[in-house]
């Protein structure tokens, strides 16, 4: 089975066969991202698909903030190329999870820690965010726990 690193560079290969202009710019900004974080520090070395899946992660957050930056300052055309490019980015991460599941992950969380109040946020925190590592957002997450936590 290949690795996720090798995927993407088969699929930028059939992308730029295809001529698809989008998934050809997305992937090779993907495949940019993983380099310099393979070569960044003491020692060049090859990333885990677990650090492939952070770094796809980080990208698709960039995309989808620069969207909504795009959509406030008016550029719609903008704005729809970046949610183009989340979605190829998006098909190479893992299914993120909805709103009931995160919820039941976070309820498990403050169960077992015996957090209460605002105080015990960073201990729930401790707990969820290995459970959903890449299948739901962070500020997500933290919002569920205030809210959770607070009522």
């Known amino acids: ?32 991202s993983i380099t310099k974080e393979e070569v960044s520090g003491d020692s060049a070395r090859d990333l885990s698909d677990d650090e492939v899946l952070k770094i796809l992660g980080r990208e698709a957050k960039r ?17 729809g190329a970046e949610r183009a490019e989340e979605e190829v980015i998006a098909a190479y991460l893992p299914a993120q999870l909805s709103d009931d599941e995160l919820a039941a992950l976070v309820a498990a969380a403050i169960a077992e820690t015996g957090a209460a109040g605002p105080a015990g946020i960073g201990q729930v925190m401790k707990v969820v965010t290995p459970k959903v590592a890449g299948r739901a957002d962070g500020s997500r997450v933290a919002a569920l726990v205030r809210s959770q936590l607070a009522g």
């Open 1 to 32: 089975m290949p690795t996720l690193k090798e995927q993407l560079r088969v699929d930028l290969t059939a992308a730029m066969k295809a001529r698809d202009e989008t998934r050809t710019r997305t992937l090779r900004m993907a495949l940019t």
């Open 63 to 79: 995309r989808r903030e620069a969207a909504e930056a795009f959509a406030k300052a008016g550029r719609p055309d903008q704005a």
